[in-house]
């Protein structure tokens, strides 16, 4: 198999990103939508933040919270003494029942010419602001379908893990669609036209008391409400797959199928990118599932970093027989790589 | 508060009910839910059925497995000696990575002119007989709009549990609609008229990693595909709905408001029915919710059964100002409550 990892990767870190304000630090910058606006590839990047920590004996985490009716960002402390918090995951603080994120994401766009090099935007372009996203934004893909690009998110809270959808034609204005599966769901990849008069998006469910992270699939004829849910793909018993599955990047067309770039996880965590054909005309038939990873944690910045040995994408563009996979290393940072169409269909013996 | 448990409490127990097979016993027969069909009054029990145990050394359980292409009923021995497997639930078998339950539930109806006295049918009305039926269906609840009968319960299999909607003019003919809310969801209850254009319904989700379960609401305008999905509320802090909560009956329309029969449970697992009233004209906003219980397990076949401290609705009628909450007990039986519209008013306070 030839995927090839570009020369200039890992293309944007933090230190490439301007905090939101100025008392923030950006600490990762990873799995980000991709599309074609007007001349540019645009990233819709993840960005995960924290208040700069001044205080070495207090914690200091961000919070959207409701003021009289508006939901604005807040800063709350915890002291590290404190014996009623549970400190011990950097990524989160316990307190009693309640859980705080320790940073918070939201999505600013990155633009570019040839793909490599990106003008990122000074300021978000979407910013958590609703009680579903007390504790932010991730993970953004984007589908564009009749002139509207249609963006869904992991809107997370203490409510938990919802998909919530926004549309926008010029990347400026923003029109909510509200929550498109409710919690527990992330890794909603919606198809960009309609197949046999109705739209599909796949999705991710994460049951609690019997089942584990597997793959759906839904059908809409609004975008807005999904019906016709039905199981797509397991994990398997063993393997780079065993733990988690679910989508990626937004599925694209090609004459033998669409083609899915979806990520598997094994009981470690270690996250890869495996390929998916599925039926032209029926989206919930599986043509082919690759059997090895197109993409695995191999280089520095994807086996090190704030959470090592993950390869995860967002999105891809595919044009001239060629696939640019952009995808998050290690949780961090961006990257890209590129594989032909003809070594997908190898990939899956197709 | 005045709340009249029916004199010939529990209305329907096990040994009333005929068992699907010969070689089957009843266990259970709760979580009716109940319409009106021409003169009568239906409950769709959930009849929950194990094998009648031969042997022994093995415990038997059933399962619906796909055969050539078709679903069909199955049964799966395990030894009592078999280290691997775990048997110190009585509600289930663990082997390796692997879930069984030891009963499965179907759908049956029951008939009655008086609401006390019913005639139950000795075959099932629904049996389960796809993928995500595995492990039976259980708790429907009806919503007569237009005609059709729109009949919802809870799918559950080894990929967890689903909320399927089948609908039926005559309760012979069933027609599917397929999965409306995917895994972990249940306690769906469908409003019965459009409000301001669209279709109301209360879902349940059970996240995962962050959050509790606790009631949503979401809306559609063909009763398939459903969206705009909205946290309606959550548990409490401490008390008899500290654990968890969910939609009961389908909820009816009074003067002063639509009023849901919910489910609460605390941290024990004791389970009680609250009440609610929810604004006629848009039923995402609470007016009022009971500070105490509706009803709650005091009788002994509420407090002592398969599982006792359980009272659940899944349907009401209201009739005259009256209201009859047919309700299962304890996990077992089928018992009626009646209250006045005036007295839930009192409890809510409006």
Redesign the interface.
């Known amino acids: 198999m030839v995927i090839e990892r570009n020369r200039k990767n890992p293309l944007i870190i933090p230190a490439d990103v301007k905090p939101s304000r100025e008392d923030f630090s950006v600490e990762c910058v990873f799995n980000a939508g991709v599309t074609r606006y007007n001349d540019d590839i645009i990233l819709l990047l993840r960005v995960a933040e924290r208040p700069i920590q001044t205080d070495e004996s207090k914690v200091t985490v961000p919070i959207i919270k409701e003021v009289n009716g508006k939901f604005e960002l807040q800063l709350i402390s915890f002291d590290k003494n404190d014996s009623s918090c549970d400190f011990s995951d950097s990524r989160l603080i316990k307190k009693n029942?309640e859980?705080y994120l320790t940073s918070m994401s939201h999505i600013r766009i990155a633009k570019s010419k040839d793909g490599i090099n990106f003008d990122i935007d000074e300021t978000p372009f979407i910013f958590p602001q609703t009680?579903?996203e007390e504790?932010g934004v991730e993970d953004p893909r984007v589908t564009f379908i009749d002139g509207e690009y249609y963006i869904n998110y992991s809107a997370?809270?203490?409510?938990?893990?919802?998909t919530n959808l926004v549309k926008t034609k010029d990347f400026k204005n923003v029109e909510q669609?509200?929550?498109?599966?409710?919690?527990?769901?992330r890794d909603v990849c919606i198809y960009p036209e309609k197949i046999n008069g109705k739209y599909y998006a796949l999705?991710r469910?994460?049951?609690?008391?019997?089942?584990n992270?597997?793959m759906?699939i839904?059908?809409?004829?609004?975008l807005?409400?999904?019906?016709?849910?039905?199981?797509l793909m397991?994990t398997k018993?063993e393997g780079w797959e065993s733990g988690r599955i679910g989508g990626g990047a937004v599925p694209f067309k090609t004459e033998k199928g669409w083609i899915e770039i979806y990520h598997g996880a094994d009981k470690n965590n270690r996250y890869c990118l495996g390929a998916l054909l599925l039926d032209l005309d029926d989206p919930t038939k599986i043509i082919a599932r690759s059997e090895k990873p197109i993409l695995e944690p191999e280089a520095k910045y994807e086996v090190e970093g704030f959470f090592g040995n993950v390869v995860f994408s967002c999105g891809v563009l595919c044009e001239n027989e060629c696939v640019k996979i952009y995808y998050g290393a290690s949780d961090e940072v961006i990257a890209l790589a590129e594989i032909s169409i003809e070594e997908i269909y190898k990939l899956l013996n197709v």
Not at 156 to 162: E, F, N, P, T
Not at 205 to 211: L, N
Not at 218 to 222: H, I
Not at 224 to 231: C, K, L, S, V, Y
């Open positions: 029942d859980m009680q579903y504790f997370v809270s203490s409510k938990g893990i919802a669609e509200g929550i498109i599966f409710p919690v527990e769901n999705h469910p994460v049951p609690s008391m019997i089942g992270p597997e759906w839904a059908s809409s004829e609004d807005i409400h999904w019906g016709r849910h039905e199981f397991g018993k």
